[in-house]
């Protein structure tokens, strides 16, 4: 039982760039969150899904595409990466049943934009 | 005003020392409250939910009160490896699925 797994662990990218940040959970949990950290702050939320099929936006979508890929998976897309995005990104899971909302991370991505 | 607020500290106790730390919320109709402990550079992990009637587990204490909209967590007994940041977080209201996180009470515990 992995959890909440996350790829890439490090990631270094120009401006301009794009990239997809990937999230799976093997705890047969409806919603997956991702949100980013950035230093000093608390998190943020960009997007979530509260279940499969469905994505709705958070705090600081700009800038940000996700893909609730099926019930395990949930990837946060980078089009066109600028420096302000520089930042630890973390996916989250929870149950909407039993213990509702209890979010459980993945190790995060760190994320550093030139 | 920020949805959740949160006294940033740091606190800075000594080992054995009972240390409290409250959050705010502005929205009345939130349903869900957490504290969530992160060290440094590692992701949040739950501590504990909190329930209406108050809760603990073990040396933490978590307490709401609906009618002034705040949480509050209280360790006893502190250790050293009790030292990290400790996140207030508050779901409901409208979108039952969308978290609030305040930005976090540091606590450095010394010996």
């Known amino acids: 039982n992995a959890g909440v797994t996350q790829t890439p662990k490090f990631q270094v990218l120009k401006t301009g760039q794009s990239m997809t940040l990937q999230c799976a959970q093997d705890?047969?949990?409806?919603?997956m969150y991702w949100y980013r950290q950035d230093p000093g702050m608390g998190l943020r939320l960009i997007y979530y899904s509260a279940s499969e099929g469905t994505t709705d936006k958070g705090e600081v979508p700009n800038g940000y595409n996700v893909s609730r890929l099926n019930k395990r998976e949930f990837s946060l897309r980078l089009e066109s990466a600028a420096p302000s995005q520089t930042s630890v990104y973390f996916c989250?899971?929870?149950?909407?049943?039993?213990?509702?909302?209890?979010?459980?991370f993945g190790p995060g991505t760190r994320l550093t934009v030139t | 005003r920020k949805e959740v607020e949160q006294d940033p500290g740091p606190f800075n106790v000594p080992e054995g020392a009972t240390v409290a730390f409250n959050c705010t919320y502005s929205?009345?109709?939130?349903?869900?409250f957490f504290w969530y402990r992160q060290d440094c550079r590692k992701e949040p992990k739950l501590l504990m939910s909190v329930y209406s009637s108050g809760n603990e587990d073990g040396r933490f204490t978590a307490q709401l009160n609906r009618a002034s909209q705040y949480i509050s967590l209280l360790i006893r007994d502190s250790k050293l490896s009790d030292s990290a940041t400790y996140l207030c977080?508050?779901?409901?209201?409208?979108?039952?699925?969308?978290?609030?996180f305040g930005d976090g009470t540091t606590l450095t515990v010394k010996p």
């Open positions: 989250a899971s929870s149950s909407q049943t039993g213990a509702p909302y209890e979010q459980y």
């Open positions: 977080v508050v779901n409901g209201g409208t979108n039952a699925g969308k978290s609030t």
């Open positions: 929205n009345s109709a939130s349903q869900s």
């Open positions: 705890m047969n949990h409806n919603s």
